[in-house]
T-cell receptor
C-alpha cells in the first residue's frame, strides 16, 4: 500500500526566510503533485513532477523530485504572508489514483 | 470552463437522514473521484470512476455510502443513514486520460447533528 508522508506537519516562519517541506513516499510512482489549500477552500494544483530530477518553479516556490530516494521537496524562498496555506503532496498509484500526504500547514508571520 | 461543480456547498442534517451530494465534472474528463477531508484522517479517496464505471471503491467506509455515475456529466455520493462521524468536507475531482492535472471542485461541507 502506497504511503505518503510529509514533514513537517506544521511550520511557522517569518517573512523573508527560506524553508523546505519534505514529501516521502513508499512505493515507485511516475508522478508527484503539489497542491495548495487555503482555509475553507478547495485544492489548487501547483506543480506536477514527472521524472527523476524534475524541478519546477513558480514565483517563490520551487519543487523537485528524486524518484530514487522517493522524495520530493517544496522550497519556499523569501517567504511572504500570502504563501500561508496548507500544502499537500500527492503521489499517483496506478493510472490516475492520487494518494495524499497529511498536509503541511504553513503560517508566515510578518 | 466552469470547472468541477459540486452541490450543495453546505449541508446540515440530523443523524439518520439521507444525504446526497452531487458533482458535475469538467466536460471531456473521463475520470471522476470522490474524496473526503477531515482533520483526523486528512484527504481520503472514497471511490473513483473511469468512463462512468466504478474502478476502485475500496475507500468507501461502509455500506451506508454509495456512489453512482449514470452519465459522463453527473455523479452522486449518497449516505444513508447519515451519522455524526460522517461530518466532513467531500470533494469531487475530475481528470482526463493522458493529462497530468486533477481538478477539484469547491467541496461540499456536511455536518451531521
Amino acid at each position: 500500500e502506497l504511503k505518503v508522508e510529509q514533514n513537517p506537519l506544521f511550520l511557522s516562519m517569518q517573512e523573508g526566510k527560506n524553508y523546505t517541506i519534505y514529501c516521502n513516499y513508499s512505493t515507485t510512482s511516475d508522478r508527484l503533485y503539489w497542491y495548495r489549500q487555503d482555509p475553507g477552500k478547495s485544492l489548487e494544483s501547483l506543480f506536477v513532477l514527472l521524472s527523476n530530477g524534475a524541478v519546477k518553479q513558480e514565483g517563490r516556490l520551487m519543487a523537485s523530485l528524486d524518484t530514487k530516494a522517493r522524495l520530493s521537496t517544496l522550497h519556499i524562498t523569501a517567504a511572504v504572508h500570502d504563501l500561508s496555506a496548507t500544502y499537500f503532496c500527492a503521489v499517483v498509484q496506478g493510472a490516475q489514483k492520487l494518494v495524499f500526504g497529511q498536509g503541511t500547514r504553513l503560517t508566515i508571520n510578518p | 470552463d466552469a470547472g468541477v461543480i459540486q452541490s450543495p456547498r453546505h449541508e446540515v442534517t440530523e443523524m439518520g437522514q439521507e444525504v446526497t451530494l452531487r458533482c458535475k465534472p469538467i466536460s471531456g474528463h473521463d475520470y471522476l473521484f470522490w474524496y473526503r477531508q477531515t482533520m483526523m484522517r486528512g484527504l481520503e479517496l472514497l471511490i473513483y470512476f473511469n468512463n462512468n464505471v466504478p474502478i476502485d471503491d475500496s475507500g468507501m467506509p461502509e455500506d451506508r455510502f454509495s456512489a453512482k455515475m449514470p452519465n459522463a456529466s453527473f455523479s452522486t455520493l449518497k449516505i444513508q443513514p447519515s451519522e455524526p462521524r460522517d461530518s466532513a468536507v467531500y470533494f469531487c475531482a475530475s481528470s482526463r486520460s493522458g493529462a497530468n492535472v486533477l481538478t477539484f471542485g469547491a467541496g461540499s461541507r456536511l455536518t451531521v447533528l
